[in-house]
């Protein structure tokens, strides 16, 4: 007698969701190989989403993170944001107001009605210099406010407030 066995249906999936599957299973297989005995794995290595539109923000604080204990994650407009925030459930958010797919007031909005999300630090980097805009964002949910451009310093300062980023061990790169 043999068995047959079926293969478990296949769902069907939008592109938006295709694209994050294949970006966090790539994700998951470069961890696995490198980080799965490394003493960091065993210590929480915060999580900070980058919601902005313009990569060289993206980069530049990956880059500028890159000595610290921190996995950055970018999405570069408003929905896709909202969308790794549900999914992978960063320690913090630094984000843009405009942004296009879902500005920054509707994006923070949407993190503060849901379950999953409303709890998860945000921080607004916006180059608006409106000035009704901060007191805005603060009553929408942002736990904090900064304008752009911002020393890197300050920037590290408000992060520190909601996560640990502690230095790297230099034999670790």
């Known amino acids: 007698m043999t068995s047959v066995v079926t293969p478990a249906p296949q769902t069907r999936k939008r592109p938006l969701q295709q694209v994050m599957q294949a ?9 696995v190989g490198k980080d799965l005995l490394a003493p960091s794995a065993i210590a929480h290595t915060p999580r900070i989403l980058c919601i902005d ?24 407009f408003g929905t896709q944001g909202f969308w790794e925030a549900i999914t992978d459930h960063p320690d913090l958010i630094l984000m843009d107001v405009s942004m296009p797919s879902g500005d920054g007031r509707f994006v923070l909005e949407s993190l503060r009605n849901n379950q999953a999300t409303r709890r998860i630090p945000v921080i607004v ?31 590290l300062r408000e992060m520190r407030a909601f996560v640990d980023l502690s230095k790297r061990d230099p034999s670790s790169h």
């Open 23 to 31: 970006h966090r299973s790539k994700r998951i297989e470069s961890k």
């Open 53 to 76: 539109d313009d990569p060289e923000i993206c980069r530049t604080l990956e880059m500028r993170l890159s000595t610290y204990r921190a996995e950055v994650q970018v999405a570069y």
């Open 125 to 155: 980097l916006t180059g608006m210099r409106s000035p009704d805009l901060r007191s805005e964002m603060m009553a929408l949910g942002a736990d904090c406010f900064l304008n752009k451009p911002v020393h890197f310093d300050v920037l």
